[in-house]
């Protein structure tokens, strides 16, 4: 090392530097991409994807699945084993959520900014209506079989450090009915 003129230190100093901040970008910072089936109700499901190996999933569980870019197959059974339906459905992104269970979830966009009201930013949108309550803000249903239209899923959380403050963002969650609701009631405290 002291053979090395100071433009070659500054090199490999530079480049440790760097593959340090990518180290710690992709051990810590990274969001993973992947898919999970839900499970909300009561009740016991079976399932195979792809005619794979059949899986469990108890009440109230999430799982993480394997899933192929394109089209992919499911069957679905009950506690009993018995066959409710198969279906097919078409992956296009990195991440998403298989509804086996066909209940209602609330894809909410949360936003982010410098000086953002998000009083004043929600109350524009026209909300959504669940179990006869109104709930402000940008906020959609879905309950079909596959969705990939949100950034974080189920087992995440929205950001709580603001990474670019110089304009508004937003980010979406999907939620399972009850945690929309909670999440809701906790973070827009209204009076």
Known sequence: ???????????????????????????????????????????????????????ILSAGQYLKVDLNKGKNKIAVFDQNKKLIYDSAFTVNKVRGLLNITNKDYYVNNQYYGYGL????????????????????????????????????????????????????????KIFRKQDFINYYNNYYQFK
């Open 1 to 55: 090392m002291k053979n090395l003129s100071a433009s070659t230190k500054g090199l490999i100093f530079s480049l440790l530097a760097m593959g340090f901040a990518f180290a710690i970008y992709f051990l810590f910072l990274a969001k993973k991409n992947y898919y999970l089936v839900d499970n909300p109700t009561p009740e016991t499901f079976y399932f195979k994807i792809n005619n794979g190996s059949e899986k």
């Open 117 to 172: 009201n998000k009083d004043s930013l929600i109350a524009t949108k026209p909300g959504i209506e669940i179990d006869q309550k109104q709930y402000l803000g940008d906020v959609r249903k879905i309950n079909k079989l596959y969705t990939e239209d949100f950034y974080y899923n189920l087992d995440e959380e929205y950001d709580r450090i603001v990474k670019n403050i110089a304009k508004v963002e937003s980010r979406s």
